[in-house]
């Protein structure tokens, strides 16, 4: 068997059949493959030692690789079935791979997480309620009824039609069908027309029919201004509106005669056309009711309306992220949703100095975001550009998929996880450009809820073979990684474990410097962080002084004057309905 490394070499280089090249990277379509990416560390190929999750008819299998199994490829990998509870799911996979690598224990529990997020998600969406069409039983039983007696009757002609012909072959006499006897002939139709009568006689007449109250009283109503909502109607009586709300008319009996069944159809006609509308919203289990004049323009404020009470219950199912540029300079962040998560409407703007921008999360969003600095648009070519933490756009700000160039520091998030909790952290693996905290925001429950990331400015401090310089200033500060490609400082290759791949003199500058961010690949312990229940404050150069002297590698208190918690901004949705049902009632 060859060598883990002389196989990576040859299938690396556009060798694999399992390759997908996308613009955004390089994707890996091997079912065994624990993240999904094609690279020399994810690699079931290239890896005689690898472990994945994979979902056989709703149950989840632990599968494992080692080299001792090379020479037998039907035993090849070795399955093992997880429970459905989660917490006993991580214990055996603990068990199974405690001496394997930090990393590919690491990457084998997220995907069991996101596996069981997902299966989570499909059982909801089974079991939601929707709606169903039921028919007036009424109607069905005539419907059924009425096609049971013509099987009948055709059945009784076709008997009869039989038995004659049979007759006519026994008598010797040779004719067609229309040889029948007139007189039974004429007796069944006789029987069918009465029938046929006696059906529509009691379809027409009714003990009681329902019909308009008044033919001379009409009811009117007009949007006289629009802003003010001054409504104008006439006068109504008490039962067109009972009509309204119980959606019956006035009870009067008639005599149903066939010499006024002309004029009954032309007032049930007239009664139909004065009916008012009536719109039904139904928002989080909430129905409101509006009757409505059947005016276009009343109509036109329907639909403001139901449109004004959706946004307002938009808020109720995400999260604020509040990004706070406290530079001395304009700041552009950017966002980038993870794989599997639909891309956000925003993912990129500018952020003024001293500003603050609000964003609307969705519940179960994962990614990350970061700060694009020394941005500008050539006047010739349109095309926008920055000097850290670009990421190629080519629609003006908006990033719209693309991730971002290092040396860049990431801010990096996984909502509504495991357990319900949030997971987040701030990642200095790709180099640093600016300093990023993340403070949660009325958090409750389970989790640490700890404000984390790194608020000194590396950029002065940075050794001289890992800064990136724009003319005499620093502008950004390199990973060991990104600045020399060596295997041990990214942890790859012969280095793709936490015992071969420990840290540098590079990745310990970072981490004494920003104690709770990620420094190297396998820094997991101290460096992700979970809440429940938050919002979230991204904070852009936090302190008021970046010196990593002056801060010491800790962190300023976290800020309160961000957007309010989920609690708060359920209380203002509360506030807004009972104005927009105020505006309602004083519409109708």
Same mark, same amino acid.
């Given at each position: 068997?060859?060598?883990?490394?002389?196989? &990576?070499?040859?299938?690396?280089?556009?060798?694999?059949?399992?390759?997908?090249?996308?613009?955004?990277?390089? +994707?890996?379509?091997?079912?065994?493959?624990?993240?999904? #990416?094609?690279?020399?560390?994810?690699?079931?190929?290239?890896?005689?030692?690898?472990?994945?999750?994979?979902?056989?008819?709703?149950? +989840?299998?632990?599968?494992?690789?080692?080299?001792?199994?090379?020479?037998?490829?039907?035993?090849?990998?070795?399955?093992?079935?997880?429970?459905?509870?989660?917490?006993?799911? *991580?214990?055996?996979?603990?068990?199974?791979?405690?001496? &394997?690598?930090?990393?590919?224990?690491?990457?084998?529990?997220?995907?069991?997480?996101?596996?069981?997020?997902?299966?989570?998600?499909?059982?909801?969406?089974?079991?939601?309620?929707?709606?169903? #069409?039921?028919?007036?039983?009424?109607? !069905?039983?005539?419907?059924?009824?009425?096609? $049971?007696?013509?099987?009948?009757?055709?059945?009784?002609?076709?008997?009869?039609?039989?038995?004659?012909?049979?007759?006519?072959?026994?008598?010797?006499?040779?004719?067609?069908?229309?040889?029948?006897?007139?007189?039974?002939?004429?007796?069944?139709?006789?029987?069918?027309?009465?029938?046929?009568?006696?059906? $529509? !006689?009691?379809?027409? !007449?009714?003990?009681?029919?329902?019909?308009?109250?008044?033919?001379?009283?009409?009811? !009117?109503?007009?949007?006289?201004?629009?802003?003010?909502?001054?409504?104008?109607?006439?006068?109504?009586?008490?039962?067109?509106?009972?009509?309204?709300?119980?959606?019956?008319?006035?009870?009067?009996?008639?005599?149903?005669?066939?010499?006024?069944?002309?004029?009954?159809?032309?007032?049930?006609?007239?009664?139909?056309?004065?009916?008012?509308?009536?719109?039904? #919203? $139904?928002?989080?289990?909430?129905?409101?009711? *509006?009757? *409505?004049?059947?005016?276009?323009?009343?109509?036109?404020?329907?639909?403001?309306?139901?449109?004004?009470?959706?946004?307002?219950?938009?808020?109720?199912?995400?999260?604020?992220?509040?990004?706070?540029?406290?530079?001395?300079?304009?700041? &552009?962040?950017?966002? /980038?949703?993870?794989?599997?998560?639909?891309?956000?409407?925003?993912?990129?703007?500018?952020?003024?100095?001293?500003?603050?921008?609000?964003?609307?999360?969705?519940?179960?969003?994962?990614?990350?975001?970061?700060?694009?600095?020394?941005?500008?648009?050539?006047?010739?070519?349109?095309?926008?550009?920055?000097?850290?933490?670009?990421?190629?756009?080519?629609?003006?700000?908006?990033?719209?998929?693309?991730?971002?160039?290092?040396?860049?520091?990431?801010?990096?998030?996984?909502?509504?996880?495991? @357990?319900?909790?949030?997971?987040?952290?701030?990642?200095?693996?790709? @180099?640093?450009?600016?300093?990023?905290?993340?403070?949660?925001?009325? @958090?409750?429950?389970? @989790?640490?809820?700890?404000?984390?990331?790194?608020?000194?400015?590396?950029?002065?401090?940075?050794?001289? $073979?890992?800064?990136?310089?724009?003319?005499?200033?620093?502008?950004?500060?390199?990973?060991?990684?990104?600045?020399?490609?060596?295997?041990?400082?990214?942890?790859?290759?012969?280095?793709?474990?936490?015992?071969?791949?420990?840290?540098?003199?590079?990745?310990?500058? +970072?981490?004494?410097?920003?104690?709770?961010?990620?420094?190297?690949?396998?820094?997991?312990?101290?460096?992700?962080?979970?809440?429940?229940?938050?919002?979230? /404050?991204?904070?852009?150069?936090?302190?008021?002084?970046?010196?990593?002297?002056?801060?010491?590698?800790?962190?300023p208190p976290a800020t309160t004057d961000a957007s309010s918690g989920n609690s708060e901004?359920?209380?203002?949705?509360?506030?807004?309905?009972?104005?927009?049902?105020?505006?309602?009632?004083?519409?109708?």
């Open positions: 068997m060859q060598h883990d490394e002389v196989i &990576w070499q040859v299938i690396r280089h556009n060798h694999c059949s399992y390759m997908a090249k996308i613009t955004t990277g390089k +994707f890996c379509r091997n079912p065994y493959n624990v993240t999904g #990416i094609c690279n020399r560390s994810s690699c079931p190929l290239s890896n005689s030692r690898y472990a994945t999750i994979r979902d056989e008819d709703g149950i +989840f299998y632990l599968y494992m690789k080692t080299i001792e199994r090379a020479h037998m490829p039907n035993k090849l990998w070795e399955k093992v079935k997880l429970p459905r509870n989660y917490e006993k799911a *991580l214990e055996i996979i603990d068990k199974h791979l405690m001496y &394997w690598p930090k990393f590919l224990v690491h990457k084998t529990k997220q995907r069991l997480t996101k596996m069981t997020q997902m299966r989570i998600r499909m059982r909801k969406l089974a079991l939601k309620t929707r709606e169903k #069409i039921m028919t007036i039983p009424r109607k !069905e039983k005539k419907r059924e009824a009425r096609r $049971e007696e013509k099987a009948e009757k055709a059945a009784v002609l076709e008997k009869s039609i039989e038995n004659e012909l049979l007759e006519r072959l026994k008598k010797g006499i040779q004719g067609d069908i229309y040889n029948y006897p007139v007189k039974e002939y004429n007796k069944v139709l006789d029987m069918d027309t009465l029938q046929a009568a006696d059906e $529509e !006689e009691e379809e027409l !007449e009714h003990d009681i029919e329902y019909v308009e109250g008044y033919d001379d009283l009409e009811e !009117e109503e007009d949007i006289e201004d629009f802003d003010n909502f001054a409504v104008k109607r006439l006068v109504a009586d008490e039962e067109n509106y009972e009509e309204d709300e119980d959606g019956d008319e006035d009870i009067e009996p008639i005599d149903w005669k066939r010499g006024r069944l002309s004029k009954v159809e032309k007032d049930e006609a007239g009664a139909k056309s004065k009916k008012r509308q009536k719109v039904f #919203i $139904e928002i989080s289990g909430t129905r409101f009711k *509006l009757h *409505l004049s059947s005016h276009p323009q009343m109509t036109r404020v329907a639909d403001l309306l139901c449109s004004a009470l959706a946004l307002l219950f938009t808020a109720a199912s995400s999260k604020t992220f509040t990004l706070v540029n406290k530079c001395a300079y304009t700041v &552009w962040p950017g966002i /980038l949703s993870g794989a599997g998560t639909p891309q956000l409407p925003i993912t990129g703007f500018a952020l003024q100095p001293g500003e603050a921008s609000a964003l609307s999360i969705p519940l179960s969003w994962s990614g990350n975001l970061w700060g694009r600095t020394g941005c500008n648009q050539d006047a010739t070519t349109g095309k926008f550009s920055c000097l850290t933490g670009d990421c190629g756009s080519s629609n003006g700000l908006e990033c719209s998929g693309r991730g971002a160039a290092p040396p860049t520091t990431l801010a990096e998030f996984t909502l509504n996880g495991a @357990g319900g909790l949030d997971f987040y952290d701030v990642s200095l693996v790709d @180099g640093h450009n600016l300093p990023i905290i993340i403070a949660p925001q009325g @958090g409750t429950g389970a @989790g640490n809820c700890s404000t984390v990331g790194c608020a000194g400015d590396l950029n002065a401090a940075c050794p001289n $073979e890992l800064k990136v310089s724009d003319g005499s200033a620093s502008v950004a500060c390199k990973s060991a990684c990104n600045a020399f490609g060596d295997p041990q400082y990214c942890c790859s290759g012969a280095y793709d474990t936490p015992e071969t791949c420990q840290p540098s003199v590079y990745s310990e500058f +970072f981490k004494n410097a920003c104690p709770t961010a990620y420094s190297y690949a396998y820094d997991d312990g101290t460096s992700t962080f979970t809440c429940a229940g938050a919002d979230y /404050l991204i904070t852009f150069c936090p302190s008021p002084s970046t010196s990593v002297k002056t801060t010491g590698g800790h962190y901004a359920k209380g203002s949705i509360s506030v807004s309905l009972f104005i927009v049902a105020s505006v309602i009632l004083a519409a109708i």
